[in-house]
């Protein structure tokens, strides 16, 4: 009787244990906002049509126009300083160029007794604008520096998985569907640095950071087409959220 006495009140003081930290245990749920610039500075696009002809787009500058992303998230508190957070994310980026089309012939296949083959180089310039749409669910490490202070800073690191929804590429006020040219997945990771402000129901947070994709966003060939250099997700900016505590 007496080892069936400290058996039970050895099971109730574990599951008194197990009830406060269940209790002390908090999920979060919130929103997401970011604004975001891409960090690429170059495009150069070589097409090999033929022998006789070859085609080539260049730009020395990228203009950006302002890019957004919307999120929302679910967090597991791990410790007092360690939060993972997942969720859902629409992210939006943009390039747009003013491009010189640069078109070589060569005619080389000359009948005897012509004049020495020529080239021919033509340069035309384009504008030129891709739309990226894509679907994203992050997986997110969020470390609170000074945990037990409502302000302080924190730092979080993530992979991303996203999928491609839509593509729109504008030349001239022409707009094409783009999206079977580029990749349709794509993976990334993103670091953030800011200042958070905590109480017992909602975390605060407002950083910085920056983001790369581990693969290009163009497909390394197309249609003859090759990318000399290639685009990746790289994207700076900063990043809002407000989450509720549950």
Not at 36 to 51: D, F, P, Q, W
Request: with cysteine.
């Amino acid at each position: 009787m007496a080892l069936k006495r400290k058996s039970f009140i050895i099971f109730i003081l574990l599951s008194c244990s197990t009830l406060r930290l269940s209790a002390q245990t908090k999920n979060l749920g919130g929103i997401g906002f970011s604004f975001h610039k891409s960090a690429i500075s170059n495009l150069t696009v070589n097409n090999y049509l033929s022998e006789q002809t070859s085609v080539g787009y260049s730009s020395p500058t990228n203009l950006n126009t302002p890019q957004y992303s919307y999120s929302l998230r679910y967090g597991r508190v791990i410790s007092p300083a360690v939060i993972f957070f997942t969720g859902l994310e629409k992210i939006g980026m943009g390039h747009k160029f003013n491009l010189t089309l640069i078109e070589f012939h060569n005619n080389y296949n000359s009948p005897p007794n012509t004049p020495p083959p020529t080239k021919i180089f033509t340069e035309i310039n384009t504008d030129i604008e891709l739309k990226l749409n894509y679907l994203k669910v992050p997986l997110t490490l969020y470390w609170k520096w000074m945990k037990d202070k409502p302000f302080g800073m924190f730092t979080s690191f993530s992979i991303d998985l996203g999928v491609l929804t839509s593509a729109t590429l504008i030349q001239d006020g022409t707009k094409t569907d783009y999206k079977k040219n580029l990749n349709s997945t794509d993976i990334n990771y993103k670091f953030i640095l800011g200042a958070r402000y905590d109480t017992d129901n909602y975390l605060f947070n407002l950083g910085v950071g920056f983001g790369n994709g581990f693969s290009d966003v163009e497909k390394k060939e197309k249609f003859g087409a090759t990318i000399q250099n290639p685009s990746h997700n790289i994207l700076v900016g900063w990043f809002l959220s407000l989450n509720r505590k549950f």
